[in-house]
Each structure stands twice: as C-alpha cells, then as structure tokens.
C-alpha cells in the first residue's frame, strides 16, 4: 500500500526554527509537494521537489532524499502567522497526487 | 482571476437526500479534481477529470458522481446522503503540462449528513 507519515502535532516558539518531516513509501515517485493549510481554509503550495537536495525558498526550505523515502521543511523565523498544518504529498507513478495528513504546527510568542 | 470557486460553502443534510456540489474555474485548466478531507486524515481523491468529457476514479468514489461538460465546470453529485459523507470537500485544478503540477484548490464545502 500506499503510506505517507508525518508528526501529528509540533510545538514551536516564534522567531526560532521548526523541521517538518515526512516520510513516505508510494508505487513510484515523481516528485514531493508540501502545502500550508491554515485552520477552515484550502491548502495552499509552498515547495516542490523531485530531485535530492534541498530547495530554499525564502523563511521556508524543503529537503528531499529519495533513497531514504525523506522530505522535511524547515521554517526559519517564525512567526505567529505560520500556525497551520503543513501537508506533504507525492505523485506517485500514476502522476496522482498521495497525501499525508498533515502536521499541525502551534507557534508559541 | 477568481481562481476555483465552490458552493455552497456550508450545507446540512438529511440521510438519503441528493445535492450537487458546484465548483468553477477560469484558469483554463485542464486538470480538475475532487476531494474530500475528514478530521485528522490526508485528502482523499474522490475522482478527477483530465478534460472536457473524460472523468475518472479516485480512491474513494463510491457514493458520488461527476460530470465534465466543459473546461471550467465539474460538478460533484451526492447520491442517497449517509452520515459516512460528512466531511470537507475540495475541488482543485492544476494545468499538468510538467510534472511539477500545482494544484490549486477552491475554498472547500462543508457537508454535514444528519
């Protein structure tokens, strides 16, 4: 079967650093998606990767190993508009979409 | 650009009633899909659509129905409502010209089956 596992739940205080990990054993792999999803709202993307290594994008960055199954998102800076849950999700071989169920991040001041 | 677009944005219903889900976009984007997200758990697709007339299985179709007369439009049809579909429901669509496909998703309806 098809699994992606994130944490349920991460705790972080604003302006310190949080990681995100994912991890994930799908039938074929043509890329990770991460995505924000603020509470009663759609999700929205953040990153893509597809090869190893690590995409920076502003505050956030996405990691990806694809010989270990991996992904993680860093997020530096954090401030209190960053409380969301943070999904990840691959395209599998079907170049259909397999999500995880989301990481819900508490920012703390 | 309004994006994708829902409605309605809440909606309950009794146990064997039928409902269609609207969900419109004006990005003409080929790709459109449908699913639904329960407490705690990952997006489910319900079923997609790869253009105009072609529609197809998700993971988790039972219960529904679609239709894809045109680019923008793919309305999502509930059949004798069960409590099992209370749920939030999103439509998307994405242009999946490379295989870095963005989806873009409406802003969910929020379906409780009494």
């Known amino acids: 079967g098809q699994n992606i596992d994130q944490p349920t739940e991460m705790t972080a205080t604003e302006g310190a650093i949080v990681q995100i990990n994912c991890t994930y054993q799908?039938?074929?792999?043509?890329?990770l998606f991460w995505y924000q999803q603020h509470a009663g709202e759609a999700p929205t993307f953040l990153s893509y990767?597809?090869l190893d290594g690590l995409e920076e994008k502003g505050r956030f960055s996405s990691f990806l190993s694809r010989s270990k199954g991996y992904s993680y998102l860093l997020l530096k800076e954090l401030q209190m508009k960053d409380s969301a849950s943070y999904l990840c999700?691959?395209?599998?071989?079907?170049?259909?979409?397999?999500w995880g169920a989301g990481t819900k991040l508490i920012i703390k001041p | 650009n309004a994006g994708v677009t829902q409605t309605p944005k809440f909606r309950i219903l009794k146990i064997g009633q039928s409902m269609t889900l609207q969900c419109t976009q004006d990005?003409?984007?080929?790709?459109m899909y449908w699913y639904r997200q329960d407490p705690g758990m990952g997006l489910k697709l319900i079923y997609y659509s790869v253009g105009a007339g072609i529609t197809d299985k998700g993971e988790v179709p039972n219960g529904y129905n679609v239709s894809r007369s045109t680019t923008e439009d793919f309305p999502l049809r509930l059949e004798l409502a069960a409590p099992s579909q209370t749920s939030v429901y999103f439509c998307a669509s994405s242009l999946r010209e490379t295989s870095t496909d963005t989806q873009y998703f409406g802003p969910g309806t929020r379906l409780t089956v009494l």
């Open positions: 999700a691959v395209l599998d071989s079907n170049y259909q979409l397999i």
């Open positions: 799908t039938s074929g792999f043509n890329g």
């Open positions: 990767n597809v």
């Open positions: 990005m003409n984007h080929n790709y």
